[in-house]
């Protein structure tokens, strides 16, 4: 999972179903579907300047918000491309190792945060975490000059939300689990108590010492030209973790 600062070339459960691992929700087939149709287009049919007009006006630059190009419509796409663009880059990729790790994730965590929100909830909650990354990008990278772009931030929201019940009791991963849909509606704990449990800490290790590991190594695994912007992960994993309680459809366990 990662994402890419890229330099353009100029109910109730169903037990007689499918185990949910197999049946995945059909917003994730969707939106995993548009974001590969895109790389295909973008990386195999489209000639260089009709994609580099697609990174110019849908990546995420923070060159626009300098003052005196911020709202004066002089940046492509004028003003609306100022605020769709906080969502838009992450339909964007710039390389096969990129896209297949996103979609990996996707699969995994957002799968299991759709289960649980619905289709309308959970795309609201991923436009929010890719939202809330591009911001962070923002500020730690405030006119830079390379537009960013791919789906981590809003992942990151995914793995945020998923910690929150996953591992709870019935949960997908608890210790006493469930198997069928009703693992992803069980209810979640407030968050200081999911907090001290020992499996949620050790997965918020390492998801933060793994992009530790980015900020100070960061490789090209993103395609060519490309580096990670770690930033925009922290900024849509705190973003899903303070959303989480305000779309979480299914009241919480008190203790």
């Known amino acids: 999972m990662n994402h890419h600062v890229f330099e353009p070339e100029r109910g109730e459960p169903d037990q007689e179903g499918p185990e949910p691992v197999f049946n995945l929700p059909k917003v994730v087939i969707w939106l995993a579907g548009i974001m590969i149709a895109l790389f295909v287009l973008q990386a195999y049919v489209l000639p260089t300047r009709l994609n580099n007009q697609i990174i110019v006006y849908f990546a995420f630059w923070p060159e626009r918000y300098l003052p005196g190009v911020l709202a004066s419509g002089i940046a492509p796409g004028g003003i609306a ?56 990008h923002l500020a730690t990278h405030f006119g830079a000059e390379a537009p960013m772009i791919g789906a981590s931030a809003a992942i990151s929201g995914h793995m945020a939300a998923a910690v929150r019940f996953v591992f709870e009791l019935g949960g997908p991963l608890g210790v006493i689990r469930r198997t069928d849909e009703a693992a992803y509606r069980v209810p979640a704990a407030p968050l ?12 918020l290790v390492a998801w933060f010492g793994l992009n530790l590991v980015f900020g100070l190594y960061s490789t090209p695994l993103t395609g060519a030209g490309g580096t990670i912007a770690w930033e925009a992960h922290v900024g849509g994993f705190l973003t899903g973790l303070a959303l989480f309680p305000l779309i979480d459809p299914v009241p919480r366990r008190r203790y």
């Open 192 to 203: 200081l108590h999911s907090l001290a449990d020992r499996q949620v800490i050790t997965f």
């Open 81 to 136: 491309a100022d605020i769709w663009t906080f969502v838009t880059y992450a339909f964007l990729h710039g390389g096969v190792t990129h896209i297949a790790f996103n979609m990996l994730w996707m699969i995994v965590f957002g799968s299991a945060v759709a289960r649980r929100f619905g289709t309308l909830r959970f795309l609201v909650f991923s436009a929010v975490c890719a939202a809330g990354g591009a911001l962070m």
